[in-house]
């Protein structure tokens, strides 16, 4: 055999044990591991520890819609009816993204019962991870958390002073982490 067949050969076996590796890796399989990005803000533990504030509060009015490099916000006045942790002020704007919901003046979130949209009328928990909550005028603070307050304000009071004084099990910081995704 010649050195010029050995060498070619593998250089071939090479390149497809590479590339059958690059196809395994690639493709994503229940039971595997992926990359998380941010806070889980499906935790109440892991939304109280990251976030600066937290607060029951009352939507007043729907208040200003934009729309910015594709991406789209709207800005609520609401009433502070108690503040969990942090400072607001009794009458703030707080903005949150949306995407337009199809008939005029409605809009929806991604994520309906993490981040709820703020509707007038409505009784909501909401956390802003920084910024002014004071109320002051031509300031707004970004809610990244918005859940409708369902257990009444006593009931909101001790869930989220329990998840206020209860550190996360694990780290709650905006970096990477993996999950497992059970096979299925």
């Known amino acids: 055999m010649s050195v010029q067949v050995w060498v070619g050969g593998c250089l071939a076996a090479a390149v497809a044990g590479a590339g059958a590796a690059w196809f395994t890796i690639a493709v994503q399989e229940p039971g595997t591991t992926h990359a998380l990005c941010g806070p ?3 935790r109440d533990d892991v939304v109280a520890a990251r976030s600066q504030a937290v607060a029951v509060v009352e939507v007043v009015e729907n208040t200003r819609y934009r729309e910015d490099g594709g991406s789209a916000y709207l800005t609520t006045r609401v009433k ?3 503040a969990l942790k942090g400072e607001f002020g009794a009458v703030l704007d707080v903005t949150q993204g949306v995407k337009n919901g199809g ?3 409605r809009y929806a979130t991604e994520d309906p019962d993490r981040y709820a949209v703020l509707e007038p009328g409505h009784k909501y928990v ?3 991870p920084s910024g002014s909550t004071t109320g002051a005028a ?3 603070a970004w809610a990244w958390y918005a859940e409708p307050a369902e257990r009444g304000l ?3 009071r001790e869930h989220w002073q329990k998840a206020i004084a209860t550190p996360p099990e694990t780290a709650a910081s905006s970096a ?3 999950i497992d ?4």
């Open 103 to 105: 008939a005029p003046g």
């Open 138 to 140: 031509g300031s707004e």
């Open 40 to 42: 889980d803000l499906g």
């Open 176 to 178: 990477c982490e993996d």
């Open 154 to 156: 006593a009931g909101e």
């Open 126 to 128: 909401i956390a802003v």
């Open 80 to 82: 502070t009816l108690e």
């Open 181 to 184: 995704v059970p096979a299925g």
